[in-house]
């Protein structure tokens, strides 16, 4: 029991050091912003991140107010959607996927899908879009088109939210701690105003991972098998089903994918894999790249006839081979998945900031429970509000990408040194054995 509080108490001056060190590098980087707005920005964050360290820094002190600490952020979220939707029809996402929904039975699903979500974006004068989602993802959506597009959006936000809530209900480690990082995500906070749906992803992740720890492991399969809504993330998704194989976590996985595929082609035709692929190729859908927390984003500079392609596929490798050496050498679940997620964002094409969101439970825990102090400094670093505005910076925004591919390479660090540990620990026990 000393050694879990000597451990919890480490891990809160960890918190409060990371905070300190999150606002020095906020104040120097305002310092050096000539952007009014940007040193705005900035300054906020330095604040959130001295409040940071200054609550963890005596988390049984303050414990009682971690509930008003989520209430309060949550406001706070409530009424920066008020300001930014001022406007009677919102403007963001969510009409790719109303739109998407709409074209359940077209004879050109994606042809059809696509013409009329660039036509009401344009509309609207947003940026155009198109459904990236499988088509079973427009199935799962198209009751939705019943209602108007006012309360479908309604019903859409309402879920959204309610996804996040029931997420950070089903931990049973930290729950309130995961409840406060949650609140004041800027991933989530962007996800849920931009009618994204990574809110639905992570609760799919989170009640997987719940599942797996009841002894379900079939019904924890078929949950996992829903990422495929949005796969690009969960690239190397298959390195955890095989770390942690059962036949009936595999048997509920292919069983939920046979599903998804077979509604899938129903709903397209045969031909929508093809039509899907092409549409991915449109450079048109992956606006911004220098702000996507990937390779892809760190990379940008290097010019494409130079040596791009070169390191990108270096760089890739370099990540699996890392994410591989994580996954196959924890016990824990919690990190195997964290790792899977960090490789997923660094190597996928087509990654932003609110998708960072799928991050955060498993960040709280990490930050609590691993023995690194690299671990423990970045992972609070990311959920920091510092890491989401360096990303928006046109100038530091390397600084965010390289602390996600520093995180895998100190997660790999610590499970190389407990590896280690763990084999002078059998070799000190059989030289006992032999001796007696």
């Known amino acids: 029991m000393s050694t879990v509080l000597t451990n919890q108490r480490k891990s809160h001056k960890d918190w409060a050091h990371a905070g300190a060190m999150a606002g020095i590098a906020a104040l120097s980087v305002a310092a050096l912003s000539i952007r009014a707005r940007t040193i705005t920005d900035l300054a906020a964050a330095l604040a959130t991140a001295i409040w940071v360290g200054i609550f963890v820094s005596s988390s049984h002190k303050y414990e009682r107010l971690m509930p008003l600490a989520a209430i309060s952020g949550i406001l706070v979220l409530v009424l920066g959607t008020l300001v930014v939707f001022h406007r009677e029809t919102p403007r963001n996402d969510f009409l790719q996927f109303y739109v998407g929904a709409g074209a359940v039975g077209a004879q050109d699903f994606y042809g059809s899908a696509t013409a009329e979500a660039t036509r009401e974006s344009l509309s609207q004068h947003q940026f155009p879009m198109a459904f990236v989602r499988i088509p079973f993802y427009a199935w799962l959506l198209h009751p939705l088109t019943r209602l108007s597009y006012h309360a479908a959006y309604v019903i859409w936000q309402a879920l959204s939210a309610s996804s996040f809530f029931a997420a950070a209900l089903l931990r049973h480690r930290y729950r309130l701690a995961v409840a406060v990082a949650s609140a004041w995500s800027v991933p989530i906070a962007v996800g849920w105003v931009r009618g994204q749906d990574i809110g639905f992803i992570l609760l799919g992740l989170t009640l997987a991972m719940f599942l797996l720890e009841a002894g379900w492991p079939g019904t924890g399969g078929v949950v996992i098998s829903l990422c495929a809504m949005k796969w690009n993330l969960f690239l190397t998704l298959p390195?955890?089903?095989?770390?942690?194989?059962?036949?009936?976590?595999?048997?509920?996985?292919?069983?939920?994918?046979?599903?998804?595929?077979?509604?899938?082609?129903?709903?397209?035709?045969?031909?929508?894999?093809?039509?899907?692929?092409?549409?991915?190729?449109?450079?048109?859908?992956?606006?911004?790249?220098?702000?996507?927390?990937?390779?892809?984003?760190?990379?940008?500079?290097?010019?494409?006839?130079?040596?791009?392609?070169?390191?990108?596929?270096?760089?890739?490798?370099?990540?699996?081979?890392?994410?591989?050496?994580?996954?196959?050498?924890?016990?824990?679940?919690?990190?195997?998945?964290?790792?899977?997620?960090?490789?997923?964002?660094?190597?996928?094409?087509?990654?932003?900031?609110?998708?960072?969101?799928?991050?955060?439970?498993?960040?709280?825990?990490?930050?609590?429970?691993?023995?690194?102090?690299?671990?423990?400094?970045?992972?609070?670093?990311?959920?920091?509000?510092?890491?989401?505005?360096?990303?928006?910076?046109?100038?530091?925004?390397?600084?965010?990408?390289?602390?996600?591919?520093?995180?895998?390479?100190?997660?790999?660090?610590?499970?190389?040194?407990?590896?280690?540990?763990?084999?002078?620990?059998?070799?000190?026990?059989?030289?006992?054995?032999?001796?007696?």
């Open 239 to 436: 390195l955890f089903l095989v770390r942690f194989r059962s036949a009936r976590l595999l048997s509920g996985f292919f069983i939920g994918v046979l599903s998804i595929l077979i509604i899938s082609f129903a709903v397209a035709g045969a031909a929508w894999p093809g039509e899907y692929l092409r549409l991915l190729q449109k450079p048109e859908l992956s606006p911004h790249i220098d702000g996507m927390p990937n390779l892809r984003g760190l990379l940008s500079a290097i010019p494409k006839h130079s040596y791009f392609v070169t390191a990108s596929l270096l760089a890739t490798v370099g990540v699996v081979i890392l994410n591989w050496f994580v996954v196959f050498r924890t016990a824990s679940r919690e990190y195997a998945m964290a790792a899977t997620c960090i490789c997923g964002f660094l190597i996928t094409p087509h990654v932003y900031i609110y998708d960072c969101a799928l991050l955060t439970p498993f960040l709280v825990v990490m930050a609590f429970e691993s023995r690194s102090l690299p671990v423990r400094y970045l992972t609070i670093l990311v959920l920091t509000p510092v890491f989401s505005l360096l990303l928006w910076s046109r100038t530091w925004h390397a600084l965010s990408q390289c602390a996600m591919l520093a995180l895998l390479l100190a997660m790999a660090m610590e499970q190389r040194k407990n590896s280690a540990h763990i084999a002078a620990q059998s070799a000190t026990s059989n030289e006992h054995r032999i001796a007696a």
